[in-house]
DNA sequence: CGACCATTTGATATGGATCAAGCGATGTGG
DNA sequence: CCACATCGCTTGATCCATATCAAATGGTCG
């Protein structure tokens, strides 16, 4: 955490959050206002740069983070090289969540970003005295949960069912449309769903061959034909 | 739940738990004496026979299962037909935890098994008024996510390295020495590591000829070599 | 413009899947 | 008690999806 600016003025010279949860992709029914008001309160925006750590692996776990703007990626150096990306977060995506007091994954910005940082004793302490608050944690924790179940069904399937799930579920966290504008590169992508970058960007060339996505520049792809991705998706 | 025989008799004769929570496997500090001792004071004891559904995806989660004799699989049914197995279940282990109101897996009996049921609206009163229940719980959640984040990993690697992890996790959690009876079949082994049975049954014959361990018969492994095998862990 | 980096494309290798057959244990009916 | 069917597992032969190695292309920045 070295060159890093704290811009805690900007929370507070908007305390309406300029994020919404509605953002995060997750249209479940619970909502995290008393959570989001808390970290808005609380919390700390710090800058990142593009690329810097937000927090290592094997390092004590005192703080939450919720993206305002940018984007980050938590990952793992395997022993053989290879890197594991544990997942994207996204503008109000919260990550950082641990259940032993050291981080299981380091964690990184992709794009230059703002990040809320609150400390995890001060949300406990709340979570005392708001049963609400509790809650929203406790369902931060289940849908990450979900979501990692998931990936355990995608990591067993094939090559193009696992990019059409990559980019439907990028296409429904990142914008409601059809157009995506990915932050991150071709292998964050690979590292993400177990392939190689060779693997990601032939499949990407052969479903635009297939006329189920356009490709106009190499961070940007429009989903042309959703029911052909979902129905790679198994 | 047909053709069950509620046994609740056998806990009310024998209050004192027949099954340890250090039986699980899991050498973590945090203890779940609270937990375990309100199930065997609430829950029903039932008789699952072999290849019995416990519960079936999509049903409302009610209950809380914690195994006392046998073992246990969950699983899902993918659209191509394949299965992919959420989790093995051995004496002590709790399942059934869900953070939605309906089961996202199916769950059966792999073997004859003796397992407490008891109702989550309960356990969750418990939590209400005894923190350490709520603690526990949350406790469990974290581990299962743990548990479900290194599969990832697993996931990626090579046949050996899965096959050799499953070996060192089962040794782990079956007992602790060298011997290994599974409960399980080849078609589970492969199915929850996301492998072809021939591959699997392949592999274990290649750590047979390399050294590593022994199979005196198809259920049951011996470990010759845990140093080899960690290293093929990555 | 030239260096650099990300991405794509091409050629080849390979690990694991698939298809197919054999084997050993277990159980059943004659 | 044995012949036979069944089931779970292993072994063999072949195929294919993805990895690997290598080179070309394109975009960005000093």
Redesign the pocket.
């Known amino acids: 955490m070295h060159s890093l600016t704290a811009v805690r003025s900007e929370v507070a010279r908007r305390p309406a959050a300029p994020v919404r949860h509605s953002q995060h992709g997750y249209d479940d029914a619970l909502d995290t206002d008393a959570l989001d008001h808390s970290m808005l309160m609380m919390g700390a925006m710090m800058a990142y740069p593009r690329n810097s750590e937000i927090f290592g692996e094997n390092e004590p776990a005192e703080y939450l983070y919720k993206v305002v703007s940018g984007s980050a990626r938590t990952y793992k150096i395997l022993s053989d090289g290879r890197r594991q990306i544990g997942g994207f977060y996204l503008p109000g995506d919260i990550f950082g969540l641990e259940f032993a007091d050291e981080h299981t994954l380091s964690a990184e910005a992709i794009t230059d970003s703002k990040i809320l940082v609150i400390k995890r004793s001060a949300i406990n302490a709340l979570a005392g005295r708001d049963a609400a608050i509790g809650k929203q944690l406790f369902n931060l924790t289940g849908r990450e949960l979900c979501r990692v179940q998931d990936r355990i069904l995608l990591l067993i399937?094939?090559?193009?069912?696992?990019v059409a799930s990559f980019l439907l579920e990028m296409a429904e966290r990142v914008s409601g449309d059809n157009s995506i504008e990915?932050p991150?590169?071709?292998?964050?992508i690979?590292d993400y769903l177990?392939?190689?970058?060779?693997?990601?960007?032939?499949?990407?060339?052969s479903l635009?061959g297939a006329a189920a996505i356009e490709?106009p520049?190499?961070?940007r792809i429009v989903l042309r034909n959703r029911l052909a991705l979902s129905r790679m998706n198994g």
Chains 1, 2 share one sequence.
């Open positions: 399937k094939s090559a193009q069912e696992r990915l991150m590169s071709r292998q964050d690979a177990g392939l190689t970058i060779e693997t990601v960007s032939r499949t990407l060339t635009e490709v520049s190499s961070r």
